[in-house]
């Protein structure tokens, strides 16, 4: 039977069912002890005591632009080149969105693209770590810095990935971690907000269930602490905390995974004119949630692609550019060449934690063969 390698595999330890099922049984299974672990000890991981873990990255951006003040009259300046969870929320705050190009090489947002579209309305810059390769978070805080911004990451590929000496999570005043299904740390569903100070950590606490404070909910007779502004029912739940607090501790092993097989096709790939191949961030270490490949236009990929499932070898775009879609496209513009030429050429193929040696083996001879098809085809 042909080899199958998924683009995407769920990490799930068989060491969680204990403590789930423990959880499970338990006769509390709402946000608690073991959420509260989980938080504790994902600050840890990153090094940012701040930070308030969510019930998923969507929640987590939702979050972090109401903590950042984003309202009607504002314009944030974003990449068209990722998940919808990144855009619709800044949508939803009333703020008008306008679109940054990208990096042509590596899909992340360009900094002298974001810098000319700054207005006295501009209220915030958002960033998204393609694949898990950091932005040039030099280059946009300084002009954040310049311009008195607000710089949120959606960090939902960057969970391990590090810039500057330290894991993305504490650069930029919000960073957002996704924790569903197939990102390097799952929970099934999740993600979490990492802040600049405890006051805004405090605020995010609050925030995510309807204002106030759940802990101020544990006296059977009163509910103390008042409620200053609404917030919103996203805060995880101890059965998402009971997995998180397992998934923790593969997360050394398992980012190091995806590095090393990058590693492995970046040198086993090397030299294929057809082929560009991933480029790290100067100052970064890139998790490589995805390994991103670049093709020479539109229908050689779909041919190389289509050669790669004929062998199943999995490989798809992931996202696709948002500021195509009809909700955004009176904000649409034409000057956005990077997201033309990035969009249309790139593709990702497998490079997690569940590939042998093998499966890179034959990954490696799987290209090639879909160069050689491609070519002949096109
Ligand atoms: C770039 C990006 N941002 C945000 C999200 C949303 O995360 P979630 O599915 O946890 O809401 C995703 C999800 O895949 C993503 O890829």
């Known amino acids: 039977m042909k080899r199958q390698i998924p683009l995407f595999k769920v990490h799930m330890p068989k060491s969680v069912l204990k403590p789930l099922g423990k959880i499970l049984l ?47 009259g504002d314009e944030v300046i974003s990449t068209p080149m990722t998940c919808l969870a990144t855009n619709e929320p800044i949508m939803l ?24 579209r700054i207005t006295p309305r501009t209220k915030a810059i958002v960033v998204v770590h393609w694949a898990g390769n950091p932005v040039d978070l030099k280059s946009i805080s300084k002009i954040a810095k310049k311009h008195n911004l607000k710089v949120i990451e959606d960090a939902a590929h960057a969970f391990g990935t590090k810039y500057d000496g330290k894991y993305i999570g504490n650069h930029s005043d919000y960073v957002c971690f996704s924790f569903q299904a197939i990102k390097h740390l799952t929970t099934v569903d999740g ?43 996203m805060h995880m739940n101890d059965v998402n905390g009971t997995i998180g607090i397992e998934q923790l501790k593969y997360m050394p092993k398992i980012v190091a995974k995806y590095q090393k097989n990058a590693s492995y096709l970046l ?81 990702n193929i497998p490079c997690g934690w569940w590939l042998t040696r093998k499966d890179l083996d034959y990954i490696v001879a799987g290209v090639k063969a879909a160069v050689r098809e491609a070519t002949l085809r096109t």
Request: net charge positive; hydrophobic share 35%; charged share 25%.
């Open 267 to 347: 040198e086993h790939l090397r030299g294929i004119k057809e082929i560009a191949l991933p480029k790290t961030t100067p100052g970064g270490k890139s998790s490589f949630w995805l390994f991103t490949i670049k093709l020479p236009d539109e229908n050689y990929r779909a041919e190389f692609s289509k050669a790669l499932r004929e062998r199943g070898i999995g490989n798809g775009i992931v996202h696709t550019r948002n500021d195509n879609y009809s909700l955004f496209k009176t904000w649409r513009r034409d000057d956005l060449l990077g997201v033309d030429d990035f969009c249309s050429r790139m593709l």
């Open 26 to 72: 338990s006769g509390y299974i709402s946000e608690g002890e073991k959420s509260h672990e989980f938080e504790k000890k994902f600050q840890e991981y990153i090094g940012n005591p701040n930070v308030a873990l969510v019930n998923s990255g969507t929640s987590a951006l939702s979050l972090a632009y109401r903590l950042a003040g984003f309202g009607p």
């Open 93 to 116: 705050t009333g703020a008008k969105i306008i679109w940054a190009d990208i990096d042509k090489t590596t899909g992340n947002i360009d900094p002298p693209s974001v810098e000319k």
């Open 191 to 233: 993600g979490a907000v990492a802040v600049k100070t405890p006051e805004e950590y405090r605020r995010a606490i609050l925030l995510r269930w309807y204002g106030n404070a759940r802990s101020s909910t544990s006296d059977p007779i009163k509910w103390s602490g008042d409620v200053m502004e609404p917030g919103y029912k």
